[in-house]
């Protein structure tokens, strides 16, 4: 093999200095909470990132013994657990049972809005915030608005957004939204412990090879208990569940 010389040698620090200033600038772009962000790493580290069919069994008895203690009544008669992305779009004669949430004209999904009361209820109860919702449902022409205005990068196309089911919301507090909602006291509480309510953060950290979609702390989804119990405790996504449930 040749040599390096002092050429190549001057190359390769220029890369790896440019690196470094690249990866720096992003996660100053992200100003993720470091404390937060980095016991989120370790946590996700010691989950099992790969499902295997061998987890069935696991994921099955699993999912039982959590509805044996918690009695759940009715548990799929409503749309909570509906798997939509770019494979698995909203099909045409789906309608989403819907209810109004304000007076501002926002909607969401009926299954989910005793689990989002109670949610904010206890956000308002613990830190004195409203948690404030940026986007609910939306309907397919929205969406394609959105597509146009923003591009794929941003938006999903019309028919792979989980707000047209009205089960996604992306959620804020007063000064902290976006990737700084992970600085606030309020937007650690929604991530870590959503899903006592039912809620998973649909497109977690690392997870973007399954997801298709880059983190988004502010964007949460109903899939009601105990299945969101589950996907937190095996972090694992959406994906992988529904192959299970
Ligand atoms: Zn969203």
């Given amino acids: 093999m040749k040599k390096a010389t002092k050429k190549d040698k001057i190359l390769i620090t220029i890369a790896v200095i440019g690196i470094m200033v690249t990866m720096t600038l992003c996660l100053f772009h992200i100003k993720p909470d470091w404390k937060y962000m980095l016991s989120s790493i370790v946590t996700a580290s010691f989950h099992s990132s790969d499902v295997s069919l061998s987890d069935t069994d696991e994921l099955q008895t699993m999912s039982y013994k959590i509805l044996a203690e918690k009695d759940i009544e009715n548990i799929s008669e409503d749309q909570s657990l509906m798997l939509v992305n770019k494979n698995n779009t909203i099909p045409a004669n789906f309608t989403a049972d819907l209810t109004d949430y304000n007076e501002d004209g926002l909607k969401m999904n009926s299954c989910m809005t005793k689990a989002f009361k109670s949610l904010s209820d206890d956000v308002f109860n613990k830190f004195g915030e409203n948690l404030y919702i940026m986007s609910g449902y939306r309907t397919a022409e929205e969406q394609l608005e959105l597509y146009n205005n923003q591009g794929g990068s941003t938006a999903e196309i019309p028919g792979a957004s989980e707000h047209q089911t009205g089960l996604a919301l992306d959620v804020y507090v007063n000064n902290y939204a976006g990737y700084g909602f992970l600085k606030s ?3 650690q509480y929604v ?3 959503c899903w006592k309510y039912g809620f998973i953060i649909r497109y ?3 997870k973007s090879d399954i997801t298709g979609i880059d983190f988004e702390p502010w964007h949460i989804r109903y899939v009601g208990i105990p299945h969101a119990e589950i996907i937190y405790k095996k972090g694992i996504t959406l ?3 529904a192959v299970y449930a």
């Fill in 185 to 187: 006291e309020t937007g």
């Fill in 191 to 193: 991530n870590s412990e």
């Fill in 204 to 206: 977690p950290m690392l």
């Fill in 239 to 241: 994906e992988e569940y």
